[in-house]
């Protein structure tokens, strides 16, 4: 029989690719680049169950011109690439409906209420429960207007039942040491876990699905050959054609392209990420830190602390701007003012971003043999196990223990 050919083995097309081999399925993973080497190498290790919100939200919208005029701000749009963005800002637009915005909450949060049950299943059969931390998230604030101004988010948790705890400056420097004297409130988020190394985390699920009987094909996909609504077979660059019972396009940002090439095109643009990955930091840290009003993040990951944040629009060919990594790590160190970062290394990626937020998960509206999981933007880790559960649950004709109409393709 013909195999299931997963494109894309980044965390999501990886997970998936396990539990269908795990399932007795017959299993090809392929992609243009080594596995766990796209965004899932520099993604901040984060299992950010709170952060479903939909970027979209009115509130957003209000800072966003401000951002925008700031070199410095959290967000960035290359003025060559701003035409080519419209459509999909169109789309980001409809999406702040107040209405709309609430059903996008509702669509995340029904997500993030299984991650951890879903993900300590996937970790315990694959013996890899070493890898999550214990320990929380802290957001941080330097005072209460600081604190106020992200009173949406923690209201928006409280409504969907999410757990936190607001910390005052004793509690917060008990928890945490190293952090600086000028951030004077914290709410602590005890089930946002961090991975400890979240390409290990790929590696390690790669082998045993190896193990299992799968294979692993080096590979960039340019095109599928199609028998009436189905396809039949996946084409390499190389010239190799891969036969296919089944399709699973999990490509992260590039499966725009594929389903592109396929008559479905779906509006999947390019977040572009930065991280510095700082191995010799001086300082000890247990919990990952944010903090909203400077928009990064720090997580304790890979053998040191990683420092990440930002947002750039700029499509999938631009050279990567490093100076928003440099940005980045000057605000760390506001926070961490005893931060040392001589052993560094700089890093961009691209998470995969749809205009509501809410990612692709389900069967192609337009080839009966083909699926789609992509579009989980800065979740991706935080959804894989979750989206291998109900994509395999799709897939083998079982019944998801979630609707899962709200994640369709052909929503748009």
């Not at 705890?165 to 190293?178: I, K, N, Y």
């Not at 876990?193 to 979240?198: A, E, G, N, V």
């Not at 572009?272 to 010799?280: C, L």
């Amino acid at each position: 029989m013909r195999p299931i050919v997963v494109v894309g083995a980044g965390i999501i097309g990886t997970t998936i690719a396990y539990k269908l081999q795990r399932h007795g399925k017959r299993v090809v993973l392929v992609d243009r680049d080594e596995p766990g080497k796209g965004a899932s190498f520099g993604n901040m290790a984060s299992i950010a169950v709170t952060e479903f919100m939909p970027a979209s939200r009115p509130g957003i919208w209000s800072q966003m011109p401000k951002w925008l005029l700031d070199p410095e701000g959290p967000i960035a749009i290359r003025p060559s690439y701003m035409l080519k963005l419209m459509p999909w800002f169109l789309r980001f637009l409809s999406a702040s409906r107040p209405s709309k915005v609430r059903e996008l909450e509702a669509a995340g949060a029904r997500l993030c209420s299984r991650v951890h049950e879903d993900l300590a299943e996937l970790l315990k059969e694959t013996g890899l429960e070493h890898m999550m931390s214990n320990e929380g998230c802290l957001s941080l604030y330097t005072d209460e207007t600081e604190f106020r101004a992200d009173r949406e988010h923690i209201e928006v948790l409280e409504r969907f039942g999410f757990e936190h705890q607001v910390l005052g400056r004793d509690a917060l420097q008990a928890l945490e040491p190293a952090l600086g004297s000028q951030i004077g409130k914290a709410v602590l988020f005890p089930e946002n876990r961090s991975i400890s190394d979240p390409y290990e985390l790929v590696r390690q699920l790669v082998e045993q699905f190896k193990a299992l009987g799968g294979t692993v094909i080096k590979g960039e996909v340019v095109q599928f050959d199609q028998t009436g609504s189905s396809v039949a077979a996946v084409r390499l660059k190389d010239g190799r054609s891969l036969e296919a019972q089944e399709v699973v396009l999990a490509a992260g940002a590039y499966t725009a392209r594929l389903s592109s090439l396929l008559g479905e095109p779906i509006p999947l643009e390019t977040e572009r990420g930065y991280h510095t990955q700082v191995m010799a930091p001086g300082i000890a840290m247990k919990h990952s830190i944010i903090w909203p009003a400077k928009a990064f993040m720090v997580t304790p990951t890979a053998g040191g602390i990683r420092i990440g944040g930002t947002v750039e629009m700029a499509g999938l060919e631009a050279a990567p701007n490093y100076r928003r990594a440099k940005i980045l790590v000057k605000r760390a160190q506001e926070a961490l003012p005893e931060l040392k970062v001589q052993s560094t290394s700089e890093w961009m990626g691209h998470r995969p971003a749809l205009p509501d937020t809410v990612p692709v998960m389900g069967r192609s509206a337009a080839r009966g043999n083909v699926w789609y999981a992509c579009g989980h933007g800065h979740l991706g880790l935080t959804y894989a196990a979750t989206t291998g559960r109900l994509m395999v649950d799709l897939m083998l004709g079982q019944q998801p223990p979630i609707d899962m109409s709200p994640y369709r393709v052909d929503r748009f």
